[in-house]
T-cell receptor, first 115, second 112 residues
């Protein structure tokens, strides 16, 4: 079955440590996205990529980095510069169209906590 | 700048009732309006996407409407069931339709 796989489901970060969250999709989607969700809040966009080897900052990119070397993969690194990383991280993807009329598909998320 | 608001933040109704969830947006020049469902600890599931040229979309017991002139969308759930309990989020795209702006969601509880 096609879908988006995020791993790990739970992740713990020590002070000063960088951690990487994995996102893989087999939907042949062009565009991929990373969102952060805090309790009781909606989703905020961290980074997005519409094509391989290209990505753009979202609304809260500081302290995060991404790469898009393959169409299927869009890993997110939470760096030590992100001082409040505890949150639920969601990866999404969709087809890239001019009209934007394609729904985004989401993975099941990674919950990141500080040790 | 697009802002999306959902009121109320939480709603509790008895099983069997019909109900309406509300979504407001500030910029009426939207490509579409999307409704999602989120179960606790899970990702989002796309429910309905209304294109800007449409006024409503239906899927089973769900009906979503879009009124761009008033900046409002509603999600109507008919004959609610306990399995409908979840958080419902709406989202509107900006910047060439690739970036979504989400509301904070309405947490719905259907009581048996």
């Amino acid at each position: 079955d096609g879908g988006i796989t995020q791993s790990p489901k739970y992740l713990f970060r020590k002070e000063g440590q960088n951690v990487t969250l994995s996102c893989e999709q087999n939907l042949n989607h062009d565009a991929m996205y990373w969102y952060r969700q805090d309790p009781g809040q909606g989703l905020r966009l961290i980074y997005y990529s519409q094509i391989v080897n290209d990505f753009q900052k979202g609304d809260i990119a500081e302290g995060y980095s991404v790469s898009r070397e393959k169409k299927e993969s869009f890993p997110l690194t939470v760096t030590s510069a992100q001082k409040n990383p505890t949150a639920f991280y969601l990866c999404a993807s969709n087809y890239r169209t001019g009209g934007g009329n394609q729904p985004q598909h989401f993975g099941d998320g990674t919950r990141l906590s500080i040790l | 700048k697009q802002e999306v608001t959902q009121i109320p933040a939480a709603l509790s109704v008895p099983e069997g009732e019909n109900l309406v969830l509300n979504c407001s947006f500030t910029d009426s020049a939207i490509y579409n309006l999307q409704w999602f469902r989120q179960d606790p600890g899970k990702g989002l599931t796309s429910l309905l996407l209304i294109q800007s040229s449409q006024r409503e979309q239906t899927s089973g017991r769900l009906n979503a409407s879009l009124d761009k002139s008033s900046g409002r969308s509603t999600l109507y759930i008919a004959a609610s069931q306990p399995g409908d309990s979840a958080t419902y989020l709406c989202a509107a795209p900006i910047q060439g339709a690739q970036k979504l702006v989400f509301g904070q969601g309405t947490r719905l509880t259907i009581n048996p």
